[in-house]
């Protein structure tokens, strides 16, 4: 059993910046990859930045220049640098981990991130 908490979320005009933070706890052998998602009112969630467990990192084309997503193996935890938010980032935005290889099957709560017009 692995237990996902985000935290970080919040308002944020646009052009300002936010820290995300993914703290996996419990029974961890290891972390195989880690993602950030989310999805805004309305629409599917969808793929933010993944990065796996020797650092490789794939993001959406959106978010490209502007997010930076990164993990700390020895804590457990990934973060998502978000830079120059802008209204069409507001969103839930979701941890997930994969742990053995087959897919992202460990979800945290959520955090909300806002950035208004």
């Known amino acids: 059993q692995v237990q996902l908490v985000e935290s970080g979320g919040g308002l944020v005009q646009a052009g300002g910046s936010l820290r995300l933070s993914c703290a996996a706890s419990?029974?961890?052998?290891?972390?195989?990859?880690m993602a950030w998602y989310r999805q805004a009112p309305g629409k599917q969630r969808e793929l933010v930045a993944v990065?796996?467990?020797?650092?490789?990192?794939n993001y959406q084309t959106s978010v490209k220049g502007r997010f930076t997503i990164s993990r700390d193996n020895a804590k457990n935890t990934a973060y998502l640098q978000m830079n120059s938010l802008k209204p069409e980032d507001t969103a839930v935005y979701y941890c997930a981990a994969d742990l053995d290889g087959y897919g992202f099957r460990s979800w945290g709560q959520g955090t909300q991130v806002t950035s208004p017009r």
């Open positions: 990065i796996t467990r020797v650092g490789s990192t």
């Open positions: 419990g029974s961890i052998p290891s972390i195989n990859a």
